[in-house]
Nanobody, 124 residues
Framework: QLQLVESGGASVQPGGSLKLSCAASGLILDYYAIGWFRQAPGKEREGVSS????????HYADSVKGRFTISKDNLKDTVYLQMNSLKPEDAGIYYCAAGDLAVRSTYPYEYHYWGQGTQVTVSS
């Protein structure tokens, strides 16, 4: 059974850092695209970053480029999202999701398996 479990969410001050983890089971990371998404209260879910299972290429939303880094450890079946220089607008519930191997985007509709999310709060 395919399962994704996020962890690492916390409350931090603006300018702080967090590293989120997405632990996968029931799938081989190299066979799937993995994306990170976030949803703030009253807003639609938006794509933050993705990493291709095919070649490891990465994609970032413009709002996080240069601040966030996605990576994966196949031995640990885990995908990470390192978030630096956090801003209040980065707050929300962060989800990881798995999509087909050919997916290279962060459009939520292209991802079929979702975790339950982890809360990130950024405030002073």
């Amino acid at each position: 059974q395919l399962q994704l479990v996020e962890s690492g969410g916390a409350s931090v001050q603006p300018g702080g850092s967090l590293k989120l983890s997405c632990a996968a089971s029931g799938l081989i990371l190299d066979y799937y695209a993995i994306g990170w998404f976030r949803q703030a209260p009253g807003k639609e879910r938006e794509g933050v970053s993705s990493i291709s299972g095919k070649d490891g290429s990465t994609h970032y939303a413009d709002s996080v480029k240069g601040r966030f880094t996605i990576s994966k450890d196949n031995l640990k079946d885990t995908v990470y999202l390192q978030m630096n220089s956090l801003k209040p607008e980065d707050a929300g519930i962060y989800y990881c999701a798995a999509g087909d191997l050919a997916v290279r985007s962060t459009y939520p509709y292209e991802y079929h398996y979702w975790g339950q999310g982890t809360q990130v709060t950024v405030s002073s």
